[in-house]
């Protein structure tokens, strides 16, 4: 009997030296990962997102940008509307139909598929879905329905835009249309 007690309490013993070992290594790690976030500058979503009142303000000023968009697309200009695009090579435009580069690309091509207001018709937007995708909310993702309206012609699809805060304005990275 005396064999078994103590090859049960050696047993105890190891489960709670195990349990104490996984523990103290999950908060090492958990610990090193805010102090290199701290040190790089991130910190965690749910302590930059303090209120909702911050989602709030993120979604009213990328509305903002997109509200101004179809201002100027719906005034005829393509020139109004591509400010809310990031002026840089590195702008992606992604189609059914491929993948486009470049910010000057893209505002070429729009021009030339709508050369005048009435093929431009009236833009609207639907169904917008704002979500943050980086720590510090300078990258978000909006989701929603295009639709464009011209004399007897009605157009519509989906959109999913990733914005990132630049020089403290929103503006479009990364564009998916179809």
Not at 39 to 56: A, F, S, V, W, Y
Not at 132 to 148: C, H, K, M, Y
Request: contains cysteine; positive net charge; aromatic residues 12%.
């Amino acid at each position: 009997m005396k064999h078994i007690a103590s090859k049960t309490t050696t047993n105890f013993y190891s489960k709670i030296i195990f349990f104490i070992s996984i523990s103290l290594f999950l908060f090492s790690c958990n610990h090193a990962e805010q102090n290199a976030k701290q040190k790089t500058g991130q910190t965690p979503m749910m302590e930059t997102i303090e209120t909702q009142e911050d989602l709030i303000k993120v979604a009213e000023d990328i509305r903002n940008v997109l509200s101004n968009q179809l201002k100027g697309w719906n005034n005829g200009s393509v020139d109004t509307f591509m400010i809310g695009y990031w002026n840089s090579e590195s702008l992606k435009f992604i189609t059914k139909d491929g993948i486009k580069f470049g910010y000057d690309r893209v505002k070429d091509d729009y021009k030339n598929s709508y050369k005048t207001k009435e093929k431009m018709g009236n833009l609207t937007f639907e169904n917008l879905a704002f979500t943050p995708l980086a720590d510090n909310n300078t990258i978000v993702n909006v989701t929603g329905r295009w639709i464009i309206k011209q004399s007897n012609i009605e157009q519509s699809g989906l959109f999913s835009l990733i914005l990132k805060k630049i020089d403290n304005n929103w503006k479009i990275i990364i564009d998916h249309t179809w």
